[in-house]
């Protein structure tokens, strides 16, 4: 032990004497292992830490499954993968959930919740917003394990019908509607104008039973009458829209626990309208939630996992040639250690001990950075999640970012100290090798004493580094293409000046019984803010398309075709300038009281009608015929796309209480919401808008994911570059070290400075040229991968391959020209004296 303390104080006082290399050493390793700790901590945040509560492996979801299924109100929305592979079910009816909890074995706890379907209209600290929440049953808390950081949670004797209404609000709403006044306990929070007592927050790292768990606020689950009134779920037995989680008991059989289920489960299907054959129950482990969500982004985190590696195993082939090139300047030192006693294993170990500090050393830097960049990821995976949600039935169409916790947890711990042995012995291990084979006597000799062995490793290092470099060249350059191609695409509307926002009516606006006739009085508010052009409204808001039709035409289609449609007002199409082609638009005669009309897109006509004009010709939808009286150009509903059929109802035909406005002015549209939120407030004070934003703002929302790989690919083909110059260089003053001493008689023989140069030029170039060779068909096959994220390019533009082989070679020219340009002017007289 005390050898080995020995060693690491020399280790440590050898780098200090030589702050430039371990600066550089350090930087080059810290961007590799923190590159793969910042994606780590993403994956462990994601899929595989535990659920913030009380022995998270005691949870267990519950879920079923069984074939020719026939419930009322059963989509997709509520499916998901067990770990065993089969397909589950996981909600149920509130009433069977009362009897699972009540004759259930095997469970110290059963408990239920259920995500209000749409946001709910509150008002906190006098503050008119939209917020999320979850009603849960009277001992969610308690069987969950989650704690809560001020007041008390929900109780059994808050899940009355008779009980006083309570609402327990997460860390992020406390702080966003009353900046953390502990005081807040008490207050009143006004959810669909029923009033709510505030009786508990809970803490910071809180986390729900599902994925990225969006709740603004918990209530009991006996609250559900008073805020969404004429459905009461807790009494019907066909209404399955409740999730339910166990406490395994201690010692008992989770086979036993699902058999028991099982038979009440039985039970309930013969006595209710469901029918199914052969239903089964199924326990899903709890521990890290149920992952419907992340489940979709683990492909993603893994190809990042792959990039960032590819970086590592760049730096660690740098540091490998700039350790070489050190070892050749220490080979004499080395050698009188030999030459004193010093056995092979000893040597071996001082230069691996110098390696494995260099490599925590980085490690710690690492840490920081990704203390530094893990709020940006955490936001991107946020964001990404969001957009994966139109699919669940408890996430409304305005969509909160999900909270993500990446924080620096012993998991994450484990893997930087893990990446940091590796790195140790990958970049480290041949130059301990080769230390622990010095020859004394020669390695004493004054010319051989500063001589090394060829360096065919660190040659090979160079070319591999740069076959991985030009892999993320190219995927940078051609996703960067395909961002700037998605912006330029044409989505076949006007995104300039256009201001857009929601309205949702729910219980916002007691008495609005005519919502049609509602929205139209807020349309002509805002029409007469000046600047204001035309103003219309839709559901759903561009871009994309939220709802979707079964549309048939008699006569010419003999199944229904799926399409996206939408509900319009009329001056729509102008305000977001779609042409009227034929036909006309919709106008104040279009009521429920006149005949169903509809409207059609070229790509509907071509689909549907073969190119014939179908003004006046009717079509089916979900038993509703509908009279076609225009025909209106295409847009698309994903910019990546082509343009697709859809159709348009009239919203005045059938009113819908959530609605995006579009304001189109000749005023800059963000400069419009003071006036705008004013014509609002006129008619409906407590109404808020929703994801007020600019068109131009919500259509670069779409390409999200692309811009983020683009941005990322981007710097890691930066950090490739960087991390290529710096070994390029690193070989390359080796090379010029090891033979000054035959520099020096060539020069003393005649040869001038360019013919010094350019061999050493010439050979980094070769090095990097064979690199790209081989690197080029890997890239291709690579690309294939990914090929989904680009737009308007191909992975074998030829361009952008030769763009990416032409900035690799002005690297390496500029990493080899300082050694080469050193190399030339080396004095023969000053060479040639210690040969």
Known sequence: MAALLNDIKYALRQLCKSPGFTVVTVLSLAIGIGANTAIFSAINGVLLKSLPVRDPQELRFLGWTGSDVSIGGLTSDSMGRSESGQWFRSIFPYPLYQDFAKNAKGFSDLFAFSYLEEGMTVRAHGVAAVAHGLMVSGNFFNAYGARVLIGQPITPQDDRADADPIAVITYRFWRKYYTCDPNVLGQTLMINHVPFTIAGVLPKRHRGPLSGDPSDFYVPIATQPLLTPGDDMLAQSNDWCVRIMGRLAPGASEARAATSLEVLFKGFLSTSDARMDQPTILLQEGRRGLGMVYSRVAPVLVVLQVLVGLILLIACANVASLVLARGAARQHEMSVRAAIGAGRWRLIRLSLVESLILSLAAGAVALAMNRAIGGAIAEFLARSLARTQSHLSYMSEERPAMQLHLGTDGMVLAFVLAVALLTTFLFGLVPALRAGRVDPSEGLKDSSGRLAPRLRLGKALIAVQAGLSILLVISAGLLTQSVA???????????????????????????????????????????????????????????????????????????????????????????????????????????????????????????????????????????????????????????????????????????????TFNVRSVLPPLSLIPAVRKAVALHSPDLPLEGLATQEQLLAKTIVMERFFALLCGSLALLALLLSCIGIFGLTAYNVTRRTGEIGIRMALGARPREVAWPILRGALVLTGIGVAAGIPLTLAATQVIRGLFFGITPHDPLTIIGAGAVLLGVTVLAAWIPARRAARIDPMEALRYE
């Open 485 to 659: 191609n998605l912006h330029k695409a044409d989505p076949g509307y006007e995104t300039e000046n256009c201001l857009t926002f929601s309205l949702h009516l729910l219980n916002s606006t007691p008495g609005a019984d005519d919502t049609g006739e509602f929205f139209d009085r807020v349309r002509t508010s805002i029409a007469g803010i000046p600047g204001v052009r035309s103003v219309a409204l839709s559901t759903p808001g561009l871009p994309g398309a939220g709802w979707y039709a079964d549309v048939s035409v008699p006569g010419h289609t003999e199944e229904a075709v799926t399409m996206p449609m939408y509900y319009i007002c009329d001056g729509w199409l102008d305000t977001i300038g779609v042409m009227l082609l034929s036909g006309r638009d919709f106008n104040h005669t279009d009521t429920h009281r006149s005949p169903p009309v509809a409207i059609v897109n070229e790509a509907f006509v071509r689909e549907c009608f073969a190119g014939e004009n179908p003004v006046g010709r009717l079509v089916t939808e979900d038993e509703d015929t509908y009279h076609i009286i225009g025909i209106c150009g295409n847009h698309k509903t994903d910019v990546r796309g082509r343009a697709r059929p859809i159709i348009y109802f009239c919203h005045m035909q059938s009113p819908h209480d959530h609605v």
